[in-house]
T-cell receptor
Framework: KQEVTQIPAALSVPEGENLVLNCSFT??????LQWFRQDPGKGLTSLLL?????REQTSGRLNASLDKSSGRSTLYIAASQPGDSATYLC????????????FGKGTLLTVNP | GAGVSQTPSNKVTEKGKYVELRCDPI?????LYWYRQSLGQGPEFLIY????????DSGLPNDRFFAVRPEGSVSTLKIQRTERGDSAVYLC?????????FGPGTRLTVL
C-alpha cells in the first residue's frame, strides 16, 4: 500500500526566504506526482504535476523535483511571500491505480511579513 | 469557467441521521472522485466514477456510505446512520486521468 510522508509538518519563515518542502513515498511505481496548495476552508489547487518520466517542473517561483527511484520529491519556493502561507500537499498516482491519488498529511507553511 | 461546486458548504447533523452531499463537476468531465479529509490529515480516496458507474469504491469505509451518479454528471454521496467519526471535509474532484480539479468541499459535523 502506497504511503506518502511530508516533512516538516509545519514551517514558519520570514518573508523573502527560500524554502524546501519534502515528500517521500514508499512505492516507486508511480504514474505522476502532484503538489497542491490548500487554503483554509478552500479546495485544493494544483501547483505542479510531474510525470514519472520527468525530473522536475517549474512554475514561476515554484520548482518541484522528482527522484522516483528513491521515492522522493521536493517543492522549492523562492523568495517566499506572506501570500504563500497555506498547507502544501503532495500526492502520488500509482501503485496499481492510474486514477487514485494518495496524499501526504501536508506541510503548513507560514510566511511572516 | 465554472469549477467543481459542492453543496452544502457546511452540514451539521446529529448522530444517527442521514445526510446527502452533492457534487457538480466541471461540464464534460467523465471522471469524478470523492475524497474525505479528516482534521490534520491529507485527503483519502473514497470512490471513483467513470461516467455513471462506480469504477472503484474500495475507499468507502463501510456500507453506511454510498454514492451515485445516475446521469454521469452530478454525484451524491450518501451517509446513513451518521457517526461522530464521520465528521470531516468531503472533497469532490472531476477531470481526466492526468488532472483532478477539486471543489471547495463540504464540511460535515456530526454531533
Amino acid at each position: 500500500k502506497q504511503e506518502v510522508t511530508q516533512i516538516p509538518a509545519a514551517l514558519s519563515v520570514p518573508e523573502g526566504e527560500n524554502l524546501v518542502l519534502n515528500c517521500s513515498f514508499t512505492d516507486s511505481a508511480i504514474y505522476n506526482l502532484q503538489w497542491f496548495r490548500q487554503d483554509p476552508g478552500k479546495g485544493l489547487t494544483s501547483l505542479l504535476l510531474i510525470q514519472s518520466s520527468q525530473r522536475e517542473q517549474t512554475s514561476g517561483r515554484l520548482n518541484a523535483s522528482l527522484d522516483k527511484s528513491s521515492g522522493r520529491s521536493t517543492l522549492y519556493i523562492a523568495a517566499s511571500q506572506p501570500g504563500d502561507s497555506a498547507t502544501y500537499l503532495c500526492a502520488v498516482k500509482g501503485g496499481g491505480s492510474n486514477y487514485k491519488l494518495t496524499f501526504g498529511k501536508g506541510t503548513l507553511l507560514t510566511v511572516n511579513p | 469557467g465554472a469549477g467543481v461546486s459542492q453543496t452544502p458548504s457546511n452540514k451539521v447533523t446529529e448522530k444517527g441521521k442521514y445526510v446527502e452531499l452533492r457534487c457538480d463537476p466541471i461540464s464534460g468531465h467523465t471522471a469524478l472522485y470523492w475524497y474525505r479529509q479528516s482534521l490534520g490529515q491529507g485527503p483519502e480516496f473514497l470512490i471513483y466514477f467513470q461516467g455513471t458507474g462506480a469504477a472503484d469504491d474500495s475507499g468507502l469505509p463501510n456500507d453506511r456510505f454510498f454514492a451515485v451518479r445516475p446521469e454521469g454528471s452530478v454525484s451524491t454521496l450518501k451517509i446513513q446512520r451518521t457517526e461522530r467519526g464521520d465528521s470531516a471535509v468531503y472533497l469532490c474532484a472531476s477531470g481526466n486521468l492526468d488532472t483532478q480539479y477539486f471543489g471547495p468541499g463540504t464540511r460535515l459535523t456530526v454531533l
